[in-house]
């Protein structure tokens, strides 16, 4: 193919100059969602200067779902598919599902399309990341708002919630500086940093949901290996039984914390 970019060769070369690890394959997938020849120029030279690939093609893969992403809003990770597994396991159909922190809600559309029938409902503070979770999840019934942490959730929620999913932000923020380029420049500062020790939102989110999980219900949160045991110690301070599950092969830790089936 020979286009305003030059042939498919020139394109992956481009790519690899700049840096691509996988210049062949993105280079099919950009001229597979470009539209006109200048399109394809314009996402080329994006992704030459170091924009994140799902960024210029407008979605990532994620659990077999072709989530969309828009430039701006945090992409989905692959190893948060441990979350979707391990929230799979734990949400019966007809569960009320609430995903906290959802920006673009790859993970509450991952485990609706895998649960099948769930009331979903995600929340995020940031706009553009609420527009793309509206987008992903109107297929799957799923309610969005915009807001802080659980603010914006109907009151009509509380103690109904079987599966509370949050992969909050939580790379300390003296670590900032040591994530990729792709991560520091192009996603929003509010996506990534969890504060001094990285815990600062998983800690409200740990204050919060005993108000929302039903008795018996479960709270998943991402962490990374080293803040699992404190974010352990986090939730069974916060009342919840808590289990730490990791994945070597997705380099994935899931905390879970379950509510008291009394209640509290
Ligand atoms: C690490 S990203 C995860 C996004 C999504 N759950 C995923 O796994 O792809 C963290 C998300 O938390 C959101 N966030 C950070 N602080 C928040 C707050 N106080 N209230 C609501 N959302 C918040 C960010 O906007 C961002 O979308």
Not at 155 to 181: F, K, S
Not at 186 to 195: I, M, N, S
Not at 203 to 209: I, K, S, T
Request: proline share 5%; glycine share 10%.
């Amino acid at each position: 193919m020979v286009t305003s970019s030059g042939s498919f060769e020139e394109i992956a070369e481009r790519l690899r100059a700049a840096g691509c690890v996988f210049a062949e394959e993105e280079a099919r997938d950009l001229v597979e969602a470009a539209a006109t020849a200048d399109e394809l120029a314009v996402m080329v030279e994006r992704r030459a200067a170091g924009e994140p690939f799902e960024h210029v093609v407008g979605w990532v893969e994620f659990c077999g779902l072709r989530i969309v992403v828009e430039a701006g809003v945090f992409v989905p990770r692959l190893r948060t598919e441990l979350m979707v597994a391990e929230a799979v396991a734990r949400a019966r159909p007809g569960a009320v599902v609430v995903d906290l922190c959802c920006g673009a809600g790859a993970v509450g559309a991952a485990v609706a399309a895998s649960v099948g029938d769930v009331e979903l409902h995600a929340a995020d503070v940031d706009p553009a990341a609420v527009r793309c979770a509206r987008r992903n999840l109107a297929v799957l019934g799923g309610h969005v708002y915009q807001g802080d942490l659980d603010g914006p959730l109907p009151a009509g929620l509380q103690g109904r919630v079987a599966v509370l999913t949050a992969n909050v932000p939580y790379v300390p923020t003296g670590e900032i500086r040591l994530l990729p380029a792709e991560a520091r420049l192009h996603e929003p500062r509010v996506a990534l940093d969890g504060g001094p020790d990285g815990l600062d939102v998983l800690r409200r989110v740990v204050a919060v949901a005993p108000r929302w999980l039903a008795p018996g219900g479960h709270l998943l949160v991402e962490t990374s290996d080293a803040q699992a045991d404190q974010a352990s110690q986090v939730m069974a301070a916060g009342g919840l039984d808590s289990q730490v599950v990791r994945s070597d092969e997705l380099d994935a830790v899931v905390v879970v914390g379950r509510r008291h089936d009394g209640g509290r």
